[in-house]
């Protein structure tokens, strides 16, 4: 800060400037840059991604879930029948615990 200007009070907010809207030239550089990122994600998606699965480990893993018939599709938890009765088994057990009555809150004092 210079010396000939005075200082403001901490508690005073700081002078707000208008924003002035970027230069033309910016703005397109912003949108070739949004084009040029979905470009890369569309590449990705749909060259390198079919590439790497005709690669080794990747094409046997693809064929044995094809020659099995296992659906590799999406797989929510819930869906499966094993967690339906891993989640009864876990609810009963938080339930019906001997120790579920007893809880209470962690001691403060370790020295008791």
């Known amino acids: 800060m210079q010396e000939d200007q ?5 508690d005073e ?21 949004f084009f040029a990122g979905l ?3 569309w590449v990705f998606a749909f060259g ?3 590439l ?7 094409r046997e893993i693809r064929e044995a879930t094809q020659n099995h018939a296992v659906d590799a599709s999406a797989l929510f938890y819930t869906e499966c029948d094993a967690f339906a009765e891993a989640e009864a088994s876990i ?8 120790h579920g009555a007893e809880r209470s809150a962690p001691a403060t004092d370790l020295r008791e």
């Not at 609810?91 to 001997?98: E, L, P």
């Open 39 to 41: 470009l890369l994600l």
């Open 91 to 98: 609810r009963n057990a938080m339930k019906y615990s001997s």
């Open 48 to 50: 390198v991604v079919p």
């Open 13 to 33: 907010p700081a002078p707000q400037v208008p924003a002035a809207d970027p230069p033309a030239g910016q703005a397109a550089a912003r949108w070739l840059r």
């Open 6 to 10: 005075p200082r403001r009070p901490l």
């Open 52 to 58: 790497l699965q005709r690669l080794g480990p990747v």
